[in-house]
T-cell receptor, first 118, second 109 residues
């Protein structure tokens, strides 16, 4: 299967700072990337859908000014948590799919990023 | 949007026991995925079901999509501590992929 990476895998930041998480599709060009958030012992919640070259589509209840998503190229999407607070501490996972020769329903998940805000 | 409700929410079983996790959709499923995960770690793809009545097995895990395609069950036979984790079903709604509410499984040695 295709490879999707996330960086960093873990990050600790102070309250009030911003943190950027990268999601890269290493061996294919992804037209669509999804960002998910997970709290301990809970399921993965879809935050937003990111299409290359266009604005992200956010799910209801997700603050777009708080969670900035950029999908500037077919291999990279970034999630920036702005002015992070302890309640933003979570596990964030991205997935990538679509692209040339691939069904848009074929997606691959990154390994996740654990964010801790102190 | 499609809602995927999993039951039970959490499960504690003795090693060696069988168990079943259910995933019920509010809409017809055109493909249902099962994943296993531990919090803070990546997803492990288990299997995908597409056809009503389809059943797939991998080692001691069997999943089935019911005929009406609105429910799937995941059955683990002779559970082991290695089966512990969060089990997630997932499905596409239009161009978005959503996960079920999740089931946390604990296996006591």
């Amino acid at each position: 299967g295709a490879v999707v990476s996330q960086h960093p895998s873990r990050v600790i930041c102070k309250s009030g700072t911003s943190v950027k998480i990268e999601c890269r599709s290493l061996d294919f060009q992804a037209t669509t990337m999804f960002w998910y958030r997970q709290f301990p012992k809970k399921s993965l919640m879809l935050m937003a859908t990111s299409n290359e070259g266009s604005k992200a589509t956010y799910e209801q209840g997700v603050e777009k000014d708080k969670f900035l998503i950029n999908h500037a190229s077919l291999t990279l999407s970034t999630l920036t948590v702005t002015s992070a607070h302890p309640e933003d501490s979570s596990f964030y996972i991205c997935s990538a799919g679509g692209g040339q020769g691939r069904s848009s329903y074929e997606q691959y998940f990154g390994p996740g990023t654990r964010l801790t805000v102190t | 949007s499609q809602e995927l409700e999993q039951s039970p929410q959490s499960l504690i079983v003795q090693e060696g026991k069988n168990l079943t996790i259910n995933c019920t959709s509010s809409k017809t499923l055109y493909g249902l995925y099962w994943y296993k995960q531990k919090y803070g770690e990546g997803l492990i793809f288990l299997m995908m079901l597409q056809k009503g009545g389809e059943e797939k097995s991998h080692e001691k895990i069997t999943a089935k999509l019911d005929e009406k395609k609105q429910q799937s069950s995941l059955h683990i036979t002779a559970s082991q501590p290695s089966h512990a984790g969060i089990y997630l079903c997932g499905a596409w709604t239009g161009n978005q992929f959503y996960f079920g509410t999740g089931t946390s499984l604990t296996v006591i040695p």
